[in-house]
């Protein structure tokens, strides 16, 4: 009941703190793009760079036996891309907002949380690219791409989870962040994301499924390149992964956040 009681406590601060959360979230996003020549658009040119180079590695080079690779590709690197970035940022923001922190009271959920709407916001804009080539180079539109707002929520709760739990750890070992950052190679070469699964021997195929976004990658990809909904089994997976994480990652959060004061 104490729980419950504390997390709709903070939810209420962080509809309070509404003039904050849009501050944070616009500051963010015109940090990112200051200077630069085309600002916003990199958003959308990122995944496309990438969507050509990997396309010429893994679908011309290595020949995948993958049909339509740049949606393959794109359906499930948009996802990755939400996740590595917004968690990478969240990792440090409690220590770059320590001057804020020491002046003024704030929810510092909120500083997590403005993270990863920047980041909703960056996805949002990255879509369009892939929205273009579905019917170019895939199956086209299907009505079961209605059902991304699913898998949409479930990644966000994930990502928000993991942001929360490294913003914490951070803040008292910053080491934390820099094995964050090294591991994040490798972790999404474990993740399907240019390869397809039954190019994976037998042995490898439970190391894969053990990875967590590969149930978020196969949940988000399903709609978009199959046509169909992901099976129950994946979905259900993706939420019981979404929802612990987040439970996880705000308890830590709400334990170690009164100490944040005395080491940013």
Known sequence: M????????????MFI???LLF???????????????IGFMWTMLNPIIMTAVYTVVFSTIFRFPTKDFVVYFLSAYLVWNFFSQST???SKCIINAGSLI????????????SVIVSALVNLGAALIPLLIVIPILGNGLHAAMLFLIV???????FTLGVALILASLTVFFLDVGEFYNVILMPWMFLTPIM?????VPDQYQVLIKMNPMYYFIEC???????????????????????VVTLIIGYRIFKRAEDDFVYYV
């Open 220 to 242: 988000f990809r399903y709609p978009i390149y199959h046509g169909t909904l992901p099976s129950l089994g994946i979905i259900a997976m993706s939420a019981l992964l979404a």
């Open 17 to 19: 703190s509404g003039d």
């Open 88 to 90: 990478t940022t969240a």
């Open 151 to 157: 898998p949409f929520i479930l990644v966000t709760m």
């Open 23 to 37: 501050n944070l979230v616009h500051r963010e996003l015109t940090v990112r793009y200051k200077r630069s020549v």
């Open 2 to 13: 104490i729980y419950i009681i504390n997390v709709g406590g903070n939810i209420r601060d």
């Open 195 to 199: 390869y397809p699964m039954d190019i």
């Open 102 to 113: 020491k002046k003024v009271y704030i929810p510092k959920v909120v500083l997590v949380f």
